[in-house]
């Protein structure tokens, strides 16, 4: 909240200071038009200015920067303490005018010595005025908006605040230069603005489009550069409070604003040249605006220094320096030349550009009133408010055009906002039919309006036929013969890639009134949503019979599996039972068992308690994680297995492996379930073993065998019940998947030199330093 509070101030400000600096630089040039001068203006020191046309009897006569006037009509120009040279100057003319003289006489030191002058008292022409008056007002008022742009839409983008600080002191300098030479009310902010505008150049060069090295390593330097400049400035106005002159520090000035000047465009040039991508058509947008009127200006600062004749004629660019901040708003638009990410209101461009061209109206007509014979007051009062009407009447106009004329138009937007909303509603395609019916009938007044909806396969099959008579329109269809008396005025036809989905018919307007371009527009742009819309509750109907399919297969395949659980259960437990009923009736005949039958009695017990523990396995147990060592959890499967092993070892090298995170119990039933397997298909003479070997993304527990592999594919080794031993349950390696999967490892089978191998990859996460490591 408050940097919000903060940037209001800050553009209130900026927009307080814009008016009282450019209504009094205004106010003071307007008091000049057609005012009576002697051909010549001279600035507050008495120094004879180049701003001016070639045509002037001061230049006709050999004036020109930096010669100065001493003494006029006899009166001698001296400088006081808070007093300017020229006064004497402006009270001298002022009065000469007042008692109808023609002329007045000057005595001015040159390079070549005194001379004494005689200049005409004449109007100062419009043209002149325009130029170096009013054409300067309009230019600055241009930099100060393209400011405040900048300000609203970056207030704390380090190029926006370089851009807005060389564009208000450029503004600064517009409002004050004509002032500087005439009336004299703002010489201490031309000053300000004189010293400050090379300094905001410098900087601005280095920021545009994006920072500099030099810059973004060291931000102080352009902190530096305009405190210097705030030096150079507060050394004119002490002087000027003093009563010395200026000359040599405003000398100065002039040096840095050509240095300024070339440096701008120097860089601009550069910076083009090496940029790519954006950077590159950002800079291709202000380069043609920038640097040549830049350049110009400078090449006329220094020609006037060195007191070349013709050097005025570069004050011809000044009007040129108008691309400078309208270039940048385009750039804004087009590139986001400041980096603001702002959204652009289309109300409030809209406001702008109409202020811009009422301005350039009123402009226009108070120039061409004042050529004939007109005053510029009397000009502006009568072409302003004509201006404004004018304006306000051609908006009127087109809107009324707009509204009775061409209503689709009017409502295209509302239109299509609606009908988009209406349409992510729905999902039948006889829904989308009624929403596209509703609306053209909302806002299109005609007798009728149907979308016949064509079926999906209907569409697809051959032979389908289009509407008679239709033009093909991209991938719609418009009918343009005349109708029959039933037929509809208007047949539009919605596909989406090739495909046809409907056909949307528009009857006659009601009263017989035209179609226009802008009906059909609207009308083309709804067919475009209903197809969309068409597609989608298709892909939404397709999609629904895809999941209830597959909900049906996902049910039946739960069947056939508990099916088949049974079936295998059932023909596991068949025989057991078929062999204890046999001992039970044997049993009720007093009849013995033999040794052979004990012992085929209890492998049934042994296999029904096996069968019944991996039933219970498969079931989901919560994992109890904590650090264990993979050398003990190995130890501890070798010792379960000490029976199948008989006098075989495992090998085991793991001895440098690290400690995991596992449930021990579980991680302890995976190896014991791998190492069994590998131990039966290996047989006596086979090797079984594990290891361990480090990965990229973590490591790698491998338990192999020299068994003859797996045949078939390797996937459905894990599936449940599957099994290639005579005697197996098909449920350790289905228990040994589960409980790898819940840890969030990973197991796959290969065959490799001659080794059955079933890797276990285990994430870093899972990964701990060896307890050696601990203790170090």
């Not at 008495?46 to 050999?62: A, D, I, N, T």
């Not at 008022?141 to 190029?159: D, E, F, M, T």
């Not at 070339?262 to 947008?285: K, M, Q, S, V």
């Not at 070798?638 to 579980?666: F, T, W, Y």
């Amino acid at each position: 909240m408050p940097a919000i509070e903060n940037r209001r101030w800050l553009l209130a400000a900026v927009v307080f200071a814009a008016l009282v600096l450019g209504g009094s630089g205004i106010r003071s040039a307007v008091s000049w038009y057609e005012r009576p001068f002697p051909g010549v203006l001279v600035d507050p020191d008495g120094v004879v200015s180049s701003l001016g046309l070639p045509s002037w009897e001061g230049f006709q006569k050999g004036l020109r920067f930096p010669d100065r006037v001493v003494e006029v009509n006899g009166w001698h120009l001296e400088s006081t303490e808070g007093r300017y040279r020229a006064s004497t100057w402006d009270a001298a003319i002022e009065q000469a005018a007042r008692e109808g003289q023609r002329s007045v006489r000057a005595r001015v030191e040159t390079g070549e010595g005194v001379r004494d002058v005689e200049l005409s008292l004449v109007p100062f022409d419009p043209l002149a005025w325009w130029f170096y008056a009013g054409g300067l007002m309009v230019v600055a008022s241009l930099y100060v908006g393209a400011a405040l742009i900048a300000l609203s839409a970056s207030p704390r983008g380090k190029l926006a605040g370089a851009f807005a600080t060389a564009a208000l002191f450029t503004a600064l300098f517009q409002f004050s230069i004509f002032d500087y030479h005439s009336s004299r009310d703002l010489v201490p902010f031309f000053h300000v603005a004189y010293a400050l505008v090379p300094m905001s150049f410098f900087t601005l060069a280095l920021r545009l489009p994006d920072d500099v090295a030099l810059i973004a390593r060291y931000p102080a330097c352009a902190r530096i550069a305009h405190g210097l400049g705030g030096l150079l400035a507060a050394g004119m106005l002490a002087s000027h409070a003093m009563g010395w002159t200026t000359v040599g520090l405003r000398g100065v000035c002039a040096t840095l604003v050509v240095a300024s000047f070339l440096f701008f465009a120097t860089t601009l040039i550069l910076r083009f040249a090496a940029a790519e991508g954006d950077r590159r058509r950002t800079l291709r947008a202000l380069l043609l605006a920038m640097a040549p009127p830049h350049v110009v200006i400078a090449v006329g600062f220094l020609l006037a220094m060195l007191g070349v004749a013709g050097s005025a004629l570069a004050w011809f660019a000044i009007p040129a320096l108008a691309l400078t901040p309208v270039s940048s708003v385009v750039a804004f638009i087009r590139y986001d030349l400041w980096g603001s990410r702002a959204l652009l209101s289309r109300p409030l461009t809209r406001i702008i550009i109409a202020g811009m061209m009422v301005a350039l109206t009123v402009i226009v007509c108070s120039a061409c009133a004042g050529y004939a014979g007109l005053p510029l007051l009397g000009a502006i009062k009568v072409a302003a408010p004509a201006a404004i009407v004018s304006a306000a009447l051609v908006v009127f106009a087109l809107g009324a055009g707009d509204r009775k004329l061409f209503p689709a138009r009017a409502e295209y937007k509302p239109t299509v906002e609606q009908l988009s909303e209406e349409l992510t509603l729905v999902a039948d395609p006889d829904e989308v039919a009624d929403a596209v019916e509703r609306t053209v009938a909302r806002w299109l007044s005609c007798e009728r309006v149907t979308f016949r909806r064509i079926a999906v396969d209907a569409a697809d099959a051959p032979g389908e036929q289009e509407p008679r008579g239709a033009e093909a329109s991209g991938e719609r269809l418009i009918g343009i013969d005349p109708p029959p008396a039933s037929a509809s005025e208007l047949s539009l036809t919605v596909m989406f890639r090739g495909r046809l989905l409907g056909v949307l018919e528009v009857g006659k307007k009601r009263g017989g009134a035209l179609f226009t371009s802008e009906d059909l527009d609207l009308l083309r742009t709804i067919g475009n949503q209903a197809a969309l819309a068409l597609a989608h509750a298709h892909s939404y109907a397709e999609l629904e019979r895809r999941r209830r399919e597959q909900a049906a297969a996902w049910r039946d395949e739960r069947a056939a599996l508990i099916e088949t659980l049974a079936a295998e259960i059932t023909h596991e437990v068949r025989y057991p039972i078929n062999f204890f009923r046999s001992v039970f009736k044997r049993g009720s005949s007093n009849q013995s068992l033999d040794a052979e039958e004990v012992e085929i009695g209890c492998e049934e017990v042994e296999r029904l308690e096996r069968l019944v523990m991996g039933l219970r396995r498969v079931t989901h147990r919560k994992l109890e994680r904590r650090r264990l060592a993979v050398e003990e959890l190995v130890s501890r499967a070798e010792m379960l297995l000490r029976d199948q092993l008989g006098k075989r070892r495992i090998e085991a090298r793991v001895s440098a492996a690290p400690r995991l995170s596992c449930d021990p119990d579980q991680a302890t039933q995976v190896l014991v379930n791998l190492l069994s397997n590998g131990l039966d298909a290996a047989g006596d003479k086979g090797t079984v073993g594990v290891t361990w070997e480090p990965s990229e993304g973590g490591a790698e527990l491998v338990v192999w065998d020299t068994g003859p592999g797996f045949a078939g594919d390797a996937s459905r080794l894990f599936a449940p019940w599957y099994t290639t031993k005579p005697r197996g349950t098909g449920l350790g390696l289905a228990i040994t998947h589960r409980i790898v999967r819940a840890h969030g490892w990973s197991i796959n089978p290969e065959r490799r030199d001659g080794r059955t191998r079933f890797v276990i990859a285990i994430p870093a996460a899972d990964v701990t330093m060896t307890a050696e490591d601990e203790v170090a």
